[in-house]
C-alpha cells in the first residue's frame, strides 16, 4: 500500500466553526508533513512530525492546530479560520531525514467563507 | 531560501524535448523533482543528493551540479503524459532534511 489517504476531500466551514482534517498512512513512514497550496503556487509547509513529535512549524498561527495520534495517523484541527485560508491542504508521509521522498494525499480542498 | 525555477511554462508538440532548471543561491544538500497534474497531488519524480549526480527514469533524468548549486531536468520525446506543472523542492546542508522549499513549478504543455 502505497497511498496516504486524506480525508474530507472538500470541505466548506465558517469563519467560527471547528473542523479537522485527517490524513492516514500504512507505509511505515515515520516523518508526516502538512503543506498548504494556493492555485498556481508551489506548496508550503506547514507542520512536520518525525516518531510523532512535532519537529518543524513553520511559523503557523495557532488557529492550525496539528496532532499525530500514531504513526499512521495525522490530524489538522481548524478553528476560527480566516478567507485567506482558503487553500488545498496536502498530506505527505516519507522516511525521516534527507533523502526521503514524499508521498502526497489528494489533498483537501477547504473553503472558508 | 526558495529556488529559482526557469522557465516559467513550456509548450511542446509530442515528441520534442525540455529542459527544466532549478537553481539556488544556498549551498544545496538535495534536490528533489515532483510533477502535479491539474486537481492531483504532487507525484515523486527523483531525487539527487550528491553533487554531480545524475538519475534517469524511463526519458525523464535529471542532473545535480554542486558547484552550480543547481539541478535541471531533462524531458526527452515528450509524452503526452508528461503534461503538468513540474516542481522543485531543495533542501540545504545546515537544516533538517525534511524542510523541502518548493520552486514557482514550471507549467509543461505537451500537444499532439
Known amino acids: 500500500d502505497t497511498e496516504v489517504t486524506q480525508t474530507p476531500k472538500h470541505l466548506v466551514m465558517g469563519m467560527t466553526n471547528k473542523k479537522s482534517l485527517k490524513c492516514e498512512q500504512h507505509m511505515g513512514h515515520r516523518a508526516m508533513y502538512w503543506y498548504k497550496q494556493k492555485a498556481k503556487k508551489p506548496p508550503e509547509l506547514m507542520f512536520v512530525y518525525s516518531y510523532e513529535k512535532l519537529s518543524i512549524n513553520e511559523s503557523v498561527p495557532s488557529r492550525f492546530s496539528p496532532e499525530c495520534p500514531n504513526s499512521s495517523l495525522l490530524n489538522l484541527h481548524l478553528h476560527a479560520l480566516q478567507p485567506e485560508d482558503s487553500a488545498l491542504y496536502l498530506c505527505a508521509s516519507s522516511q525521516p531525514g534527507q533523502g526521503g521522498k514524499l508521498f502526497f494525499g489528494s489533498g483537501t480542498q477547504l473553503s472558508v467563507l | 531560501q526558495q529556488p529559482v525555477q526557469s522557465p516559467q511554462a513550456v509548450i511542446l508538440r509530442e515528441g520534442e524535448d525540455a529542459v527544466i532548471n532549478c537553481s539556488s543561491s544556498k549551498a544545496l544538500y538535495s534536490v528533489h523533482w515532483y510533477r502535479q497534474k491539474h486537481g492531483e497531488a504532487p507525484v515523486f519524480l527523483m531525487i539527487?543528493?550528491?553533487?554531480?549526480e545524475q538519475k534517469g527514469h524511463e526519458k525523464i533524468s535529471a542532473s545535480f551540479n554542486e558547484k552550480k548549486q543547481q539541478s535541471s531536468l531533462y524531458l526527452t520525446a515528450s509524452q503526452l503524459s508528461y503534461s503538468g506543472t513540474y516542481f522543485c523542492?531543495?533542501?540545504?546542508?545546515?537544516?533538517?532534511?525534511?524542510?523541502?522549499?518548493f520552486g514557482e513549478g514550471t507549467q509543461l504543455t505537451v500537444n499532439p
Open positions: 523542492g531543495t533542501s540545504f546542508k545546515e537544516t533538517s532534511g525534511s524542510r523541502l522549499t
Open positions: 539527487l543528493l550528491k553533487g554531480g
